[in-house]
């Protein structure tokens, strides 16, 4: 059985323009241990996905799901204290914004001090022990000097540093890091990292991470959801997925990095932008930035293969070991009509 075992999520929010639907259809299966990556550019909704899991929406959003259990127990059957329980304590998250999520008006001490006493208890003296212990486990120098500290004494690394141990003080099973190190400059966000994936591996904890890095991805995780405008495109193993994408969108992710765009004198990037609320286009979601689109891409919506393990949401997924990424379908000839039977195949 699945740790975290979600089918069918989907988020819609009240605005003043109407319903918004922010996430549809998502699936996510985490196993205990495991390290699950889920990546996307800025409004795909992964911050979304995973705040409805934790039940921290604000009320204007309508959370749907065929099945949302934690270790066996039905989310969408708990009360709040049940949930609470869960939610910050077996089930834990952080946060991109480290300083935003600490309370700049109490010492760390205090901050961890009130975790440990929601979900563990224990005498004051244990909680102080505890906190020590955990900012040593976090590689904060000097605990007994730090735990004294206001959040603005610390800098932008020390405090996710903080809010890492905050998350873990109450040995979690499953962490979910939401970029927790986009904020910070790229060397501390190396240790950040390896600090993460450390712990997860010490405390057999598992471990979601999201990120819009694809470089990221390549060095922690080992399953990868890709997600585009709240659907997910495609899932798979980390190393298929970077050697054989399938989705279009994903294909696109991994030419944006650096060592693919070797001897480019400028990075690629995708064209364009997430759409929005207000620009949804018809039929596939990524087809005004895809290379590949075509008629039909434009009009009908794609489902995934039943028989495809990464369940690519597009009409051509990628792949097929003699097709030629690099050229589009030629125009004016519709794959219906140059491939009937064999949607899978590009044309
Ligand atoms: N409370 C809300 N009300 C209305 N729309 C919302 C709300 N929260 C998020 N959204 C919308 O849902 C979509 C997904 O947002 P989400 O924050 O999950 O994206 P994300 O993938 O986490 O992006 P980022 O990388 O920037 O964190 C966006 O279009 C966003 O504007
Ligand atoms: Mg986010």
């Excluded at 990075?267 to 286009?281: E, K, N, S, W, Y």
Aim: glycine residues 8%; aromatic residues 4%; contains cysteine.
């Amino acid at each position: 059985m699945a740790l975290l075992d979600i089918a069918g999520l989907s988020v819609r929010f009240q605005t003043n323009s109407g319903l918004f639907t922010a996430v549809e259809n998502v699936d996510i299966q985490v196993d205990h241990g495991d390290v699950l990556s889920i990546v996307g550019e800025s409004g795909s909704g992964k911050s979304v996905s995973m705040l409805a899991t934790m039940g921290l929406l604000p009320w204007t959003a309508q959370v749907s799901a065929e099945r949302m259990a934690f270790d066996g127990q039905d989310l969408q059957q708990l009360g709040s204290r049940q949930r609470r329980r869960i939610v910050g304590g077996e089930m834990s998250m952080i946060f991109q914004e480290p300083m935003s999520s600490l309370n700049p008006c109490f010492t760390v001490g205090t901050q961890i001090d009130e975790m440990i006493k929601q979900h563990k208890g224990g005498s004051r003296r244990e909680r102080h022990e505890r906190a020590l212990e955990l900012l040593a486990q976090v590689g904060i120098p000097d605990p007994a000097r730090r735990i004294k500290a206001y959040p603005h004494q610390l800098s932008g690394g020390m405090s996710q540093r903080v809010m890492i141990a905050m998350a873990i003080s109450c040995d979690p099973r499953l962490l979910i890091a939401d970029e927790p190190t986009t904020a910070l400059d790229v060397t501390i966000q190396a240790q950040i990292l390896e600090l993460l994936l450390k712990l997860q591996e010490e405390k057999g904890m598992a471990l979601i991470l999201i990120t819009h890095d694809m470089g990221v991805v390549a060095e922690t995780a080992k399953q990868v959801i890709v997600q585009y405008a709240g659907r997910q495109v495609e899932q798979q193993e980390v190393r298929s997925l970077f050697a054989h994408p399938r989705h279009p969108y994903t294909e696109a992710l991994l030419s944006a990095l650096p060592e693919r765009a070797a001897g480019q004198t400028r990075l690629p990037t995708i064209p364009g932008v997430v759409p929005g609320q207000h620009d949804r286009p018809t039929g596939c979601l990524f087809n005004p930035r895809c290379r590949y689109a075509t008629e039909r891409c434009r009009e009908v919506e794609p489902v995934a293969a039943p028989d495809d393990p990464a369940r690519t949401l597009c009409h051509y997924p990628l792949g097929r070991p003699d097709a030629e990424p690099s050229s589009g379908p030629s125009p004016g000839v519709s794959p219906e009509t140059s491939s009937p039977s064999r949607p899978e195949v590009r044309p």
